[in-house]
């Protein structure tokens, strides 16, 4: 069973990262009680409404060892990659893409939350890190991390654990998906049953519905401010 203490979750507001870019990505520890509501906790805050935030990614979760990692690919960054680095809300040691699925269900405090998605590296993480490629290597590491929907709204306290509490899709981990969007990005045949998770969110299925309709992957390098 997984079941994770968590002692901290992370919020911020906007604020200029680069001339003339504003983003909520610099999180700080927030004080408790935590209330979660249906677009994510209160408190936080994100600057472009378009791509960041919303039901389909109320809270973002990134796996606390993938630092580790970080950390030895740019030791010149090392006092930088320490969560929430990479603007997540919960971060745990225990749990990564390979563990988790579409459509898991956990319980954090009164509040029950489901995985949506997985985290699309995008070029906020260069202004971020002051690195012209940390979108494409967060991408080609497939260290993204994910997001949830909130299917119960509720408060969670210090102390509290985020526990699994129900798993419907247990053939589709995370890794799984994020290798099919970007290693095997042509597999039609797995496309197609990516597109029928209902507990998958809506952009992602209709991310692969193009990309079987058209016969082609969509070009990154915008995203990835390429």
Not at 119 to 142: I, K, Y
Not at 202 to 212: F, H, K, Q, Y
Request: with cysteine; proline share 7%.
């Amino acid at each position: 069973m997984v079941e994770l203490p968590i002692d901290r979750l992370y919020a911020g507001r906007p604020r200029e990262i680069a001339p003339g870019r504003k983003s909520a990505i610099r999180k700080a520890p927030l004080e408790p009680p935590w209330r979660i509501e249906s677009e994510g906790l209160v408190g936080d805050r994100q600057a472009d409404r378009c791509h960041h935030g919303g039901a389909e990614k109320a809270l973002h979760h990134y796996p606390r060892e993938h630092y580790d990692a970080w950390r030895a690919d740019l030791p010149e960054l090392a006092s930088e990659l320490v969560a929430p680095a990479f603007g997540e809300n919960i971060s745990t040691s225990g749990l990564t893409e390979a563990e988790v699925c579409v459509g898991d269900v956990f319980a954090l405090g009164g509040a029950r939350l489901q995985v949506s998605q997985g985290r699309q590296p995008c070029l906020t993480l260069n202004f971020r890190f002051g690195r012209r490629d940390m979108a494409r290597r967060t991408q080609e590491t497939m260290r993204c991390g994910w997001y949830y929907r909130v299917l119960e709204t509720g408060a969670a306290r210090p102390g509290d654990n985020l526990r699994l509490i129900e798993r419907p899709r247990a053939d589709w981990p995370l890794a799984r998906l994020f290798a099919l969007l970007y290693v095997r990005p042509r597999a039609f045949d797995e496309l197609t049953e990516m597109t029928a998770l209902p507990e998958l969110a809506e952009s992602w299925r209709a991310l692969a519905r193009r990309r079987i309709e058209n016969r082609k992957v969509e070009d990154w390098r915008r995203r990835l401010g390429e």
